[in-house]
């Protein structure tokens, strides 16, 4: 389905304003803003790709804080009730930042919510010039292009998915870690979820394809990948092998040079034992795991069509404890669901108590337009939700807080990152994840030399001094402790970015196994006679 629509005078700049300038003037830039989940990121590091293999660079950090770009790309999630607010709030912003500009800006929306609500985004916010779905990623610059030399809003939607978004070029937010599609789209009917109609049923990338993405990631440097998928622990239906994840988990493992791998999120209903073998086995697979419970009653999960019981959920946490001591478990869990009573609820928080999990994602269940939970009867009163959201955070909170300070004496390798701690500055410390995943705010030695200390992408062994409900505290490198750097690959290539290095830059689509070709021009992607 592909649709055009005309666009008021309010929000358009004449095609002559707008037209490109001659190739040596400055080139456009762009900004890619992500409301969502982990694989909205990753889609947003494509939609980066593509516009800089287009001729488009980045935005300045200045233009960032400003939401001050050529063309500025809303990259938007559906799960959630507040996700149109999050949207239209954001829209209503830049509608002042455009009728400000004097040379114009392109506003673009792409994600689920495109998906789902299409042609009225437009209706509703006049002045944005762009609308693509889930399905064509890659139209992202053909639209832009032709909405500046037609005028018009272009509305695009596709129906199911044209090209895999691993095909695409990408660029990576981080030299040092980096996401891996292994599938799009999901099989699984839960009825409060509508993933599976906003990003279609399974399709799963060949092993050989992943692992070459792997490679070279490693090659440009990544010492930790992530594999996404929105059940990837179903890996390999596809093409016929249900041992395929645990399988993919090892090989990935064996690739040399990388150092950590993880991956999200699997289905507990899919999720079998030679998966665990894989993640014990395989040193470089970290001892971390999201494994949804969403509720801890029975009745509820048939009610949600989640295909396990809350004690097969536990069974699983034991299985990975028995053979990883130390994973660190974390969860979403989704209170008020229709119907929820208070032994339901009631079961939840035996569940939770009884899973012990790291850190969880807790959710206020909201009706979304288009799932069949939206029709349930017994919809919960607001109030009774909130009271029950207040107590399942509550206890969460203490379980994190208890199982955090039992990390304290423990020895960590952390691999610093960039811009995980907002409070570093203030701290004089640096950030950066656990194998387990734990945040990790570690402090350093005093003396330390500028040119010797840890740059994002390194690894520190440290001493864990204090554990927080959301973070583990390691002062250990000025109280006489254990503090060591690994300055790594990942360091160089992080360093080299920040030197400006193209070498060490994936944009372009080759360098990461993405695909595509040299930047130049780009087509208005007008119709021809094979329309379909």
């Given at each position: 389905?592909?649709?055009?629509?005309?666009?008021?005078?309010?929000?358009?700049?004449?095609?002559?304003?707008?037209?490109?300038?001659?190739?040596?003037?400055?080139?456009?830039?762009?900004?890619?803003?992500?409301?969502?989940?982990?694989?909205?990121?990753?889609?947003?590091?494509?939609?980066?790709?593509?516009?800089?293999?287009?001729?488009?660079?980045?935005?300045?950090?200045?233009?960032?804080?400003?939401?001050?770009?050529?063309?500025?790309?809303?990259?938007?999630?559906?799960?959630?009730?507040?996700?149109?607010?999050?949207?239209?709030?954001?829209?209503?912003?830049?509608?002042?930042?455009?009728?400000?500009?004097?040379?114009?800006?392109?506003?673009?929306?792409?994600?689920?919510?495109?998906?789902?609500?299409?042609?009225?985004?437009?209706?509703?916010?006049?002045?944005?010039?762009?609308?693509?779905?889930?399905?064509?990623?890659?139209?992202?610059?053909?639209?832009?292009?032709?909405?500046?030399h037609n005028e018009r809003a272009q509305v695009e939607i596709e129906e199911s998915l044209k090209v895999f978004p691993s095909t695409l070029p990408t660029r990576r937010e981080s030299v040092y870690a980096g996401w891996v599609s292994i599938s799009v789209g999901c099989n699984n009917t839960c009825t409060f979820c509508i993933v599976p109609h906003l990003r279609g049923k399974e399709r799963d990338r060949r092993p050989g394809e992943i692992l070459a993405e792997v490679e070279a990631l490693v090659a440009t440097g990544a010492i930790e990948v992530t594999l996404l998928g929105q059940n990837v622990n179903s890996y390999g239906v596809g093409f016929g092998d249900r041992g395929a994840f645990a399988k993919l988990l090892r090989a990935v493992g064996a690739v040399e040079g990388l150092e950590r791998v993880r991956f999200t999120s699997p289905h507990p209903a899919a999720f079998t034992d030679d998966v665990i073998a894989a993640m014990a086995q395989t040193p470089t697979v970290m001892p971390s795991l999201h494994m949804p419970l969403q509720s801890g009653s029975d009745r509820v999960l048939r009610a949600?069509?989640?295909?396990?019981?809350?004690?097969?959920?536990?069974?699983?946490?034991?299985?990975?404890?028995?053979?990883?001591?130390?994973?660190?478990?974390?969860?979403?869990?989704?209170?008020?669901?229709?119907?929820?009573?208070?032994?339901?609820?009631?079961?939840?928080?035996?569940v939770v108590e009884a899973s012990r999990f790291s850190s969880a994602f807790t959710f206020q269940y909201s009706p979304r337009p288009g799932t069949p939970a939206a029709d349930l009867p017994d919809q919960l009163p607001k109030a009774v939700v909130q009271e029950r959201y207040e107590r399942l955070v509550a206890l969460q909170e203490r379980i994190c807080a208890q199982e955090n300070a039992a990390q304290e004496g423990r020895v960590v390798e952390v691999l610093v990152a960039e811009g995980e701690g907002r409070k570093d500055g203030e701290t004089r410390r640096i950030s950066g994840r656990a194998a387990d995943n734990r945040l990790v705010h570690l402090a350093l030695p005093a003396?330390?030399?500028?040119?010797?200390?840890?740059?994002?992408?390194?690894?520190?062994?440290?001493?864990?001094?204090?554990?927080?409900?959301?973070?583990?505290?390691?002062?250990?490198?000025?109280?006489?402790?254990?503090?060591?750097?690994?300055?790594?690959?990942?360091?160089?290539?992080?360093?080299?970015?920040?030197?400006?290095?193209?070498?060490?830059?994936?944009?372009?689509?080759?360098?990461?196994?993405?695909?595509?070709?040299?930047?130049?021009?780009?087509?208005?992607?007008?119709p021809t006679l094979a329309v379909r």
């Open positions: 389905m592909s649709t055009t629509l005309p666009a008021p005078a309010l929000a358009r700049t004449p095609a002559s304003a707008t037209t490109p300038a001659p190739a040596e003037a400055q080139a456009r830039t762009y900004l890619v803003k992500t409301l969502g989940c982990q694989m909205n990121v990753h889609d947003s590091e494509h939609m980066a790709g593509m516009l800089e293999q287009a001729g488009y660079v980045a935005a300045t950090p200045e233009q960032v804080a400003a939401e001050d770009a050529d063309v500025v790309v809303i990259n938007t999630c559906a799960v959630r009730e507040n996700a149109a607010d999050k949207l239209y709030g954001n829209l209503g912003r830049l509608a002042g930042t455009k009728r400000s500009r004097p040379g114009g800006m392109q506003i673009a929306v792409g994600g689920c919510l495109a998906q789902k609500d299409r042609a009225g985004i437009v209706e509703r916010a006049p002045w944005v010039d762009v609308v693509f779905g889930t399905h064509n990623l890659d139209v992202l610059p053909a639209l832009l292009e032709r909405a500046r949600m069509r989640r295909s396990y019981r809350s004690e097969k959920f536990l069974g699983i946490l034991d299985r990975v404890r028995a053979q990883i001591p130390h994973a660190a478990i974390t969860t979403d869990v989704i209170v008020g669901f229709p119907g929820e009573t208070d032994e339901d609820f009631e079961e939840t928080l035996r003396d330390l030399a500028a040119a010797d200390a840890p740059r994002p992408g390194d690894l520190v062994t440290v001493q864990v001094t204090h554990g927080a409900p959301h973070h583990l505290v390691a002062d250990s490198a000025v109280t006489g402790g254990p503090f060591a750097v690994r300055r790594t690959r990942a360091g160089d290539a992080w360093a080299a970015r920040q030197a400006g290095d193209d070498e060490h830059d994936e944009h372009a689509g080759g360098a990461c196994g993405t695909g595509g070709a040299p930047a130049g021009p780009v087509s208005l992607g007008m």
